[in-house]
Every structure is written in structure tokens, then in C-alpha cells.
């Protein structure tokens, strides 16, 4: 047994074979994988599938979920050697050193397809898009019974002999279906299923294909509704399948279409933004002018008095930071390079901005410092939330709106919280873009640090003088009282009824995609949002005029309602004055001056110290209670009471003898009628603080259920039970200020205790006040006997003065944005027609070249739309030319109502010299609405047009005037717009470049 013992278990042990590689194998393996990598030539043309033998990118996805190869996609097979694991294994783990090596390899194979698909979407893109224009016109949208239609003549000339086909997956609206495509080699795929009325998922070899109905029935969803892709795709797929047989892969698997989808759909804004930039161009706007048609007419709209700008019709701007649309830095690869939409400022641009700061700190020799207001802002400090953008590299958004709450400009945030150079950037944008005398008013969360930010680092020298500063309105209530007075927009003149709080509702517009886009490519992210802001935009644009018309009446229904009040405050007698008088206007100005400047001199320093004193008041009196419940033995059923109650006692003690030596003597010196009634108005103050808090949260609650946007049934019961469980919070400290006030209304003003202001207050009265009501503007003056500090009635006749003014700038203001708005419409309508008579009187003179004209060819041949001929190149801008003209004249009949309605109202009177604009806006109207009568009575649209040598005699047209025809592009002309047909075939009229 023994020798057995020995025989089977003293050998010497064998040790198991490492899974690693020494160095030397490592290097060799490394240069044997590149070598491998290098040996795959990847071809610079896609657009011949006979020369392509890579697998379509789009199918990437399904191929995987279905565990296929092609072997023309993959890197050769490689070996692994002796003593090292497969990384695929399951048995032992795969070495690190070399799967971080396959790692890098699959990286650096995935850029590279990645870019190769980039550059072929570049070169493609502007053909596609000349293509585009020219089916759109044909089919009006691919809304006609031409949409299906396939225009492949017109596009192709090759033989029979030198085309292929392949099987395409067509996606539509009513039904899906794998056909035979014929391709050919002069016509790039993408373009040959445009012209079947399809848009290609990829650049080369496209697999799958979506109806232009389809991306254009999920471009109106998507905007509306902002559905995802993912239940979009699996409602599409239940509907389709009903109507239709489901498309397989090789193994019989359902395909899944939602990478490709996605695809289809940016090609398709793609598409939708290259032909605003070429209407935009061959407008030849101005910046001023992109920006009021983009984002606000009434705002960046042309003046009608220009040299009075400065001081009559000022820029409101409000600025604010999301940090909700964040994105994971894990959540995409981010193969391709960062695309900024033209609404977001450039990366660049904010780096230029840190430097020109910390270049200004530097010089001036400033340091970072906090204030309360700063504090109380939690977004401006980065560190505050490190912990939630750790692991994002996109950390949120900065906006800035107007007055009517469209989006002028956003920033990306990246890795960092709301840092002040982004607020910078976009000031400075704007500054750069807007008259040089025009006065700028910035609305801000914390717009008082913002202006102390600017001055102590003496920032926009030239422009700070036209700079003027102001807090949100909501915002405002959590600043101090000292900080309210000064930057509030409804305590200062100038601002109207301008509230600052428009990015809020932005922000809440844009809320349903911060889940969708938190794991989006960095690209994915900034067109989405880009892309809903500027329909957001143009749905502001369309509502302006009614908007501006609610304004008026709301403006007026306040301005009425202060006259009334103030009318029966200046029918009381003024018990202030020597003289018996009553009150009036210049007396509660006056009394609002004493106020603005007594709170300047009362430092926050001293603010402090007032609440802690009412702290220790207060707790105090807790103690005497305390003290008061221990004597009495009948309070108390068990000895675990008593001690309970001992101990809260020492605890207070405690905390009162600390507190005493922070304040020093002053706690205790304090004796005397007059300490007396120091302390019970500190008592007061302190319950009405922490009400005004309870206020703040209350009215932030209820900010959902009153902003006008739906919010849903659940998230609404949510939001009321919120409330009412602050409801036993609440009466706990309104029973505690009703006590307070009525024990020092009886011990020191018994004449008040019956004023109506001074009853108790219930729940009902409680959360029916406003923020601005003069209830709570009496809560930091415990320490002044004024009579803007004592009497309800001046702090009443001080607030109808205030409103009065607010709503008689405002009236002012809407004055201004109707005329503005107004004044951009026809200057746009005109701009629209004489570029079309340019583009006609060009497409004349091409068969006419002796012909002298004031504008050149190279105008609108520099626009890109493929490798046009002129002829057609014009007659593609002038229909989309036509288009916009059409948009625009329906968006003027939807203002007319409510122009005229406000034009009628002001009268010459309230519009000044804007009401010169009124004549030629009803002839405009009224020409809009004959141009689009003719247009539904079956009239074309573009044999209408108004020109200088129009006559109306009959005759047939000019040899150049073909845009009546509506096949004026033959096949051969077509093809040779493609760069692909031989010249010789184009006809003797139409002349190429």
C-alpha cells in the first residue's frame, strides 16, 4: 500500500502551462497582426458593387445578433502560438497583453470604416442632394401620384449589357418587400433609389432602403411626438407584417431595421439642412437676418428707426444651464469627429473665451471667490455634483432664448459644471451679431455675480456700457432681499413683464429625449437636439404675432387693474406728511427710493447676524417651555418622559450657550421695551422667513401643472400629493407666526391688531399669494419705522406704482416686436421675389449671353448641388426659391387676424412711426392670398411671378422661360449633370460649365 502511495503520488508535480507570452513573442505577434491588417486592401471607390467585396456596413448589427461572418469584412486568420489561449475560449482566460492587442486592431479596423464611410457620404452628398431637389419638385415632396415613379431615364443612359441587379429590402408606409434593383455604373446606388423614391441606409452597395413618405412621416412624428427609434421601428414592424410577408436574413431570422433606420433618417436631415443653407445662400442674408428668420423676427427683426435704437428698443436675452442632457462617456464609441450644428457655439470658441478670462484675471488680479447668491446656485459649482459627471465626458447644455423663448444659441457643456465662460461665450456671440449701439439686457439665474464677474475682470470694455443685468423672476426669490431690489426685472425699469424664464420651458420642451440621447453618439446628440430646436423655433415663429397679442392683453388687463388700485390708495388720506393730503404716485416713488437705499446700507453681514439673534430668541423660548412642561408633573404618564424631556433640555442648553458666545454681549445686553419688542419682532421675521421658504417650494411644485405643456396624469398626482404632504409643515409654522405676530401686535401696536392685513393667515390665504405680494416684502425691515416699512398701505401703493410702470413698458416693447415682425415679413417676401426674377433673368440670358445684367452667374453657381449644368442648376433653386416663397406667404395669412387686430388697437398712436408699415402689409397680404388662391385653383405657381417684362398679351414664352415645362431635364442632361454622360449627348441648347 505503500509502495503504491509512492508510486502514484511522490512524482515530482507538473506544473500547468502559463497562459502568457514572453516579450519577444508578444513583439513578434503585435507586428504579425499589423502585417496581417495591411494586407487587406480596402478600395477608395464604393460606387461599383463589382469592385466592392466588403460587406455593407448597415447590416452590421444583424450579422452580429445572428453570429454570421462574411470573410470579406474580417482580418485574415491568425494563429494563436503554443502556451497562449484562444480569446473566444471558455476553458482558461485569454492573455491580456494580447487581447488588448486584438482590441486595438478591432478599433483601429472600425475607425477605418468608419472614416471610409464619412469621406463616401461627403463626396456623395452633394450630387444626392442635387438629385434630391430635382425629385422633390417633380413628385412636390413625394406627395403626388408621382412618388413611385421611376425616374431612372432620366438619371441613366447605359446599355442594358452594362447593368447589374441585386435584391434591395424597400421599406414604405404600406409595405416592405425585397425586389430586384437594376444598378449600373454611372449612377451612384444612393441616387439610382432616390429616383424609385427611396433613400439608402449607406453610401456604397446599400442593402436596405426607406420611402422619402415614410422618413417624412417620422420627420413630423418625431418632431411632435418625439418618439424613439426603437418603438417606432417595433410599431412599424407589427404593421407591416400584417400587410406584408416579413423580410428574412440567410438563416430565416426576422431582420432587424433600426441601425439602418437611423440611418436613412440623418441622411434625410441632412438633406432638409443642406437646403436651408442653399436658400440661405442664395438670399445672401445677413447674420441679423439668418438669425430673425431661424429663431425671432419680433426680436432681431429690421428697425424702422434705427438711429433711436439704443434707447428704444433694446435686446432681452435670458441665459440658463441643463445638466439633464448629459451624455455617458461610455455609451458610444465615437468614431467620427465632433459635428457642431450651426446653433451651438464651436468648441473653440469656448476655449477662446476661458483664455481671454483667465488672461483677465491675470492682469487684473482676480481671484475666484464665493458669494450667497453663488451658493445658493448649485450649478454653478462643478464640484457639487462631480460625482453624477464623473462618468460623462458631455456634461450638459448652456441656452440663451429671447423673449418669446426660442433658442438663439446653445453651448456644449463639457466635463465641467456651469462654468462662467459659457454664460461669456454666448453674450459675446450675441454682441458680435446685433447693432453696435443696440442695448442688451441679460436675464440670469445668478445675473448678479454675472455683472460683478464681468466688471472685476473688465470684460466687453466696449460693450459693457449697453450691458444691463437682471435675475430670472422666479430665481429672484432665493436671493436675498438686498439682491432683489437691485436685479429683479420687476423692481427695475426697463424690463417690462420679461420674466427670464424661458430656457426653463425649453428645457422642459426637450425633456423626453435626455434617456434617449444620455447613450447616443456625441454626433446623435447635437443633431437631435439641434433639429427639434429649430422646429421648436419655427413653431414659435408661427404662434409670434397671436402670441404677442396675449401679451398685449394681459399687459393691459394688469395696467387696469393697478390704475384701480392706485386710484383708491391716492383717495386715502397720507397720515406721513405735515400737510393733511392724500396719497400720491411721486409719494410712493419717493418712498421706494428711501427703501432701495436703506437696504444698501444694511450690509448681508448684518442680515446674518439678525437671524441668528432670532435663532436664539427662539429657542428661548422653547427652553422656557420646556422648563414650564418639566414642573408640571400631570404632563407626564412615565419616568422614560421626564427623562426624554431632560435630556432635550440639556441639548438645548447647549446649543443656546454656544450660539451666545458666537453673538457675544449683544444676546444679553438686550433689555428694556425696547429689546422687548426687538425680540418679539425677530420672532416674527424668523416664522415669516421659513414661510416664504415653504412659498418658494410650493410655487416651484406647482410650476408644472400651470406651464401649458402636458404633463400626464401619473406625473400630475405626483406633484399634488407632493403638496399636500407640505401641507402639516406648513400650518405648523402659520400657527407659530400667527402667534408671534398677534402677541406683538397686542404688546406694542394694539391700533394694527384689527387692520385686515394683519388677521390670522390660513393654508387657503397661504398658498394663494404670489412671490410678489407685499405680504412678504415687509420680512428684513424689523429694524426701520419708515412708512414703506410700517404701512401696509404704502408697501400697496409701492407695488401698484411698480406694476403700473412694468405693464406700460411692456405695452411699449410689443409695440416695437409687432412692427419688427412685420417689417421682417416683407422685407423677406421681397428678398424671395427679386431673387427669383435674378434667377429668371439669368436662365434668359444663358441662351442669350450678349444679354447685360446687373448680377453674375457666379452668384448662385457657387452653391453646391452636384456637378450641374447652369441652366438647370438655376431652375432647381428657383423652384425651391418657389417653395419658400409659398411657406412664407401662408405664414403671413396665419399672423393677418391678429396683426390687424393689434395694428387696430394701438392705433397710429401707439405705433408711431412703425404704422407706416401697415399699408404695405395689407397689400402684401392681400397679394400672398391671391398667389396662393390661383395655386389650389390649379394655377402654376412659377408662371405667376411678377416681373418687370412680364406682359400679359399671350404670347408663347422666351426661349429661355422653360420653367413651364415639366420635363425641361432630358436624360442626357441629366446624366451629364452626374459628371458621368459624354458631352456630346447634351443638347444644342443647353449649355454646361
Known amino acids: 500500500m505503500a509502495r503504491h502511495r509512492s508510486c502514484v503520488f511522490d512524482q515530482p508535480r507538473r506544473k500547468k502551462p502559463r497562459n502568457s507570452l514572453n516579450v519577444a513573442q508578444l513583439l513578434i505577434e503585435s507586428d504579425r497582426l499589423e502585417e496581417a491588417s495591411r494586407s487587406v486592401q480596402y478600395p477608395e471607390d464604393f460606387s461599383n458593387p463589382d469592385q466592392n467585396p466588403f460587406q455593407d456596413p448597415e447590416d452590421e448589427e444583424e450579422d452580429l445578433d445572428e453570429n454570421e461572418q462574411d470573410e470579406s469584412t474580417t482580418a485574415p486568420e491568425i494563429s494563436i502560438p503554443n502556451g497562449t489561449t484562444d480569446s473566444t475560449s471558455n476553458d482558461l482566460p485569454a492573455n491580456p497583453l494580447l487581447q488588448s492587442i486584438f482590441d486595438y486592431h478591432r478599433q483601429v479596423r472600425q475607425q477605418s470604416r468608419a472614416d471610409r464611410a464619412l469621406k463616401n457620404w461627403d463626396e456623395l452628398n452633394p450630387k444626392l442632394h442635387g438629385a434630391y431637389v430635382w425629385l422633390k419638385d417633380q413628385t412636390q415632396n413625394w406627395s403626388n401620384d408621382k412618388s413611385f415613379d421611376d425616374f431612372l431615364e432620366y438619371f441613366c443612359q447605359c446599355s442594358a449589357q452594362s447593368t447589374s441587379t441585386r435584391p434591395v429590402d424597400l421599406v414604405d408606409l404600406t409595405c416592405q418587400k425585397r425586389v430586384e434593383v437594376k444598378f449600373c455604373k454611372c449612377v451612384p446606388d444612393p441616387i439610382r433609389l432616390l429616383a424609385m423614391g427611396y433613400l439608402a441606409s449607406s453610401p456604397c452597395t446599400p442593402q436596405t432602403a426607406f420611402s422619402m413618405q415614410l422618413l417624412g412621416f417620422h420627420n413630423h412624428l418625431w418632431q411632435w411626438c418625439r418618439v424613439g427609434y426603437f418603438p417606432f421601428m417595433g410599431m412599424l414592424r407589427c404593421w407591416l407584417e400584417e400587410r406584408s410577408a416579413p423580410l428574412l436574413t440567410p438563416s430565416g431570422k426576422k431582420r432587424s431595421l433600426r441601425k439602418q433606420f437611423t440611418q436613412s433618417v440623418d441622411i434625410y436631415r441632412k438633406m432638409l439642412e443642406m437646403t436651408k443653407k442653399m436658400v440661405s445662400e442664395t438670399l445672401n442674408l445677413s447674420r441679423l437676418q439668418i438669425l430673425a428668420g431661424r429663431a425671432c423676427p419680433a426680436c432681431f427683426g429690421p428697425s424702422i428707426n434705427p438711429t433711436n435704437e439704443s434707447t428704444e428698443r433694446p435686446l432681452f436675452i435670458c441665459l440658463d444651464g441643463n445638466f439633464q442632457h448629459r451624455h455617458h462617456k461610455l455609451g458610444s464609441k465615437n468614431y467620427e469627429p465632433l459635428v457642431t450644428p450651426n446653433i451651438f457655439l464651436e468648441p473653440g470658441e469656448i476655449r477662446d473665451m476661458k483664455g481671454e478670462i483667465k488672461e483677465q484675471e491675470q492682469l487684473n488680479n482676480v481671484w475666484n471667490t464665493r458669494d450667497k447668491c453663488s451658493d445658493s446656485h448649485k450649478a454653478a459649482d462643478d464640484k457639487r455634483n462631480e460625482g453624477t459627471w464623473k462618468l460623462c465626458d458631455d456634461t450638459g447644455i448652456m441656452g440663451c432664448c429671447c423673449r418669446h423663448d426660442s433658442a438663439v444659441y446653445l453651448a456644449n457643456i463639457h466635463a465641467e459644471g456651469e462654468n462662467r465662460s459659457y454664460p461669456m461665450a454666448l453674450i459675446k456671440q450675441i454682441t458680435s451679431e ?549 458631352l456630346q449627348n447634351i443638347p444644342d441648347h443647353e449649355p454646361t460649365i
Not at 464 to 476: D, E, I, L, M, P
Not at 798 to 807: G, L, N, P, S, T
Not at 898 to 912: Q, R
Open 434 to 982: 446685433v447693432q453696435q449701439n443696440r442695448p442688451l439686457r441679460v436675464l440670469y439665474d445668478i445675473g448678479c455675480t454675472l455683472k460683478k464677474f464681468i466688471e472685476t475682470r473688465n470684460l466687453f470694455p466696449q460693450d459693457r456700457a449697453r450691458f444691463a443685468f437682471g435675475t430670472s423672476v422666479f430665481h429672484s426669490y432665493v436671493h436675498n432681499w438686498k439682491c432683489q431690489i437691485e436685479y429683479s426685472p420687476r423692481f427695475n425699469e426697463g424690463w417690462g413683464f420679461s420674466d427670464g424664464e424661458g430656457l426653463e420651458r425649453l428645457w422642459s420642451y426637450l425633456s423626453p429625449l435626455v434617456s434617449s440621447l444620455r447613450y447616443s453618439t456625441r454626433n446623435h446628440r447635437l443633431g437631435a437636439l439641434s433639429h427639434l430646436i429649430d422646429f421648436h423655433n419655427l413653431q414659435g415663429i408661427n404662434r409670434l404675432i397671436s402670441g404677442i397679442r396675449h401679451k398685449f392683453v394681459v399687459a393691459e388687463e394688469r395696467k387696469q387693474q393697478s390704475q384701480e388700485k392706485l386710484s383708491t390708495l391716492l383717495s386715502m388720506v397720507n397720515p406721513f406728511v405735515p400737510e393733511p393730503s392724500n396719497y400720491t404716485s411721486e409719494f410712493f416713488k419717493s418712498q421706494w427710493s428711501d427703501q432701495v437705499d436703506f437696504q444698501k446700507t444694511h450690509s448681508d453681514a448684518e442680515t446674518e447676524r439678525n437671524e441668528r439673534l432670532a435663532l436664539f430668541f427662539e429657542r428661548e423660548r422653547m427652553l422656557d417651555q420646556l422648563r414650564t412642561s418639566l414642573n408640571d408633573a400631570s404632563n407626564f404618564n412615565l419616568p422614560g418622559d421626564i427623562i426624554e424631556t431632560l435630556n432635550a433640555l440639556q441639548q438645548e442648553e447647549q446649543n443656546q450657550s454656544n450660539d451666545a458666545e458666537i453673538l457675544g454681549a449683544e444676546a444679553w445686553n438686550l433689555t428694556g421695551r425696547n429689546s422687548e419688542m426687538q425680540k418679539a419682532i425677530l420672532l416674527v421675521w424668523k416664522a415669516k422667513s421659513q414661510l416664504f421658504e415653504q412659498a418658494v417650494q410650493l410655487h416651484a411644485e406647482r410650476q408644472p401643472l400651470y406651464r401649458g405643456t402636458h404633463i400626464g396624469t401619473a406625473l400630475a398626482s405626483r406633484i399634488i400629493k407632493a403638496i399636500q404632504r407640505r401641507k402639516g409643515p406648513v400650518e405648523t409654522i402659520l400657527k407659530r407666526f400667527n402667534k408671534y405676530r398677534s402677541e406683538y401686535l397686542t404688546k406694542f401696536q394694539p391700533d394694527q391688531i384689527n387692520h385686515p392685513d394683519n388677521q390670522p393667515l390660513t393654508y387657503g390665504q397661504f398658498e394663494s399669494l404670489s412671490l410678489d405680494d407685499v405680504f412678504w416684502q415687509d420680512m428684513n425691515f424689523f429694524h426701520s419705522n419708515a412708512p414703506w416699512a410700517i404701512s401696509p398701505d404704502v408697501r400697496n401703493g409701492i407695488q401698484a406704482v411698480h406694476r403700473f410702470e412694468r405693464a406700460t413698458e411692456e405695452l411699449k416693447i410689443l409695440a416695437h416686436e409687432v412692427v419688427c415682425a412685420v417689417s421682417w415679413a416683407i422685407e423677406l417676401n421681397k428678398c424671395i421675389k427679386e431673387k427669383i426674377c435674378d434667377i429668371e433673368a439669368l436662365m434668359t440670358s444663358v441662351d442669350n449671353p450678349n444679354e447685360n445684367l446687373s448680377i453674375s452667374i457666379s452668384t448662385f453657381t457657387s452653391i453646391t448641388l452636384g456637378n450641374w449644368a447652369v441652366w438647370t442648376k438655376l431652375a432647381l433653386i428657383k423652384s425651391e426659391l418657389f417653395r419658400e416663397l409659398r411657406s412664407h406667404q401662408g405664414l403671413l395669412l396665419d399672423w393677418e387676424d391678429d396683426v390687424k387686430w393689434l395694428f387696430d388697437t394701438l392705433g397710429e398712436g401707439g405705433m408711431g412711426i412703425g404704422y407706416t408699415v401697415y399699408t404695405d402689409w395689407l397689400d402684401l397680404v392681400q397679394s400672398s392670398r391671391l398667389a396662393l388662391g390661383s395655386e389650389s385653383n390649379g394655377v402654376s405657381d412659377q408662371t405667376n411671378m411678377p416681373s418687370d417684362d412680364e406682359s400679359d398679351d399671350g404670347d408663347e414664352p422666351q426661349n429661355g422661360n422653360r420653367d413651364n415645362n415639366d420635363e425641361y431635364l432630358d436624360p442626357g442632361v441629366l446624366a451629364s449633370l452626374l459628371g458621368q454622360a459624354d
